[in-house]
C-alpha cells in the first residue's frame, strides 16, 4: 500500500501562485508514477498533471499547461506542484496519485492510491 498527505493548499488572489506538496510512505516511489487531480464543487475531478517514475517524463491538462509545473523527488518521495498565474476557475481540492501501471496514465481510475486533498481557492 501507499500512503499519500498534501499540503499547501489555501487561499490566493487571481495572479497569485501557490505550491503543493504531497508526501508518499509505504513503497519505493520509483516504482510508481503520480499525478494531480483536481474537482471543483459540483464537477467532475479532472486530471491536472502527471511525472513519471524517474521524472524525465511530464504531462498536463491543456487548461494548466504554461502555468503549473509538477515536480518529484524519489530520495524525500515527494511530489510538487507549483501553480502560477492561478485563475477563479483553478478552484478545487486537489488530491495527488499514485499508480503502478508500467504505461502513462491520466485517466483516474488508473491510480491505485489517493491523498485525502487539499483546498485551493483562488478570488477574483
Known amino acids: 500500500q501507499v500512503q499519500l498527505v498534501e499540503s499547501g493548499g489555501g487561499l490566493v488572489q487571481a495572479g497569485g501562485s501557490l505550491k503543493l506538496s504531497c508526501v508518499a510512505s509505504?513503497?519505493?516511489?520509483?516504482?510508481?508514477?503520480m499525478g494531480w487531480f483536481r474537482q471543483a464543487p459540483g464537477r467532475e475531478r479532472e486530471f491536472v498533471a502527471r511525472?513519471?517514475?524517474?521524472?524525465?517524463?511530464?504531462d498536463y491538462a491543456d487548461s494548466v499547461k504554461g502555468r503549473f509545473t509538477i515536480s518529484r523527488d524519489n530520495v524525500k518521495n515527494t511530489v510538487g506542484l507549483q501553480m502560477n498565474s492561478l485563475k477563479p476557475e483553478d478552484t478545487a481540492v486537489y488530491s495527488c496519485a499514485a499508480s503502478t501501471a508500467i504505461y502513462v496514465v491520466t485517466a483516474p481510475e488508473r491510480y491505485n492510491y489517493w491523498g485525502q486533498g487539499t483546498q485551493v481557492t483562488v478570488s477574483s
Open positions: 509505504g513503497r519505493d516511489v520509483t516504482t510508481i508514477q
Open positions: 511525472i513519471g517514475r524517474a521524472g524525465s517524463h511530464t
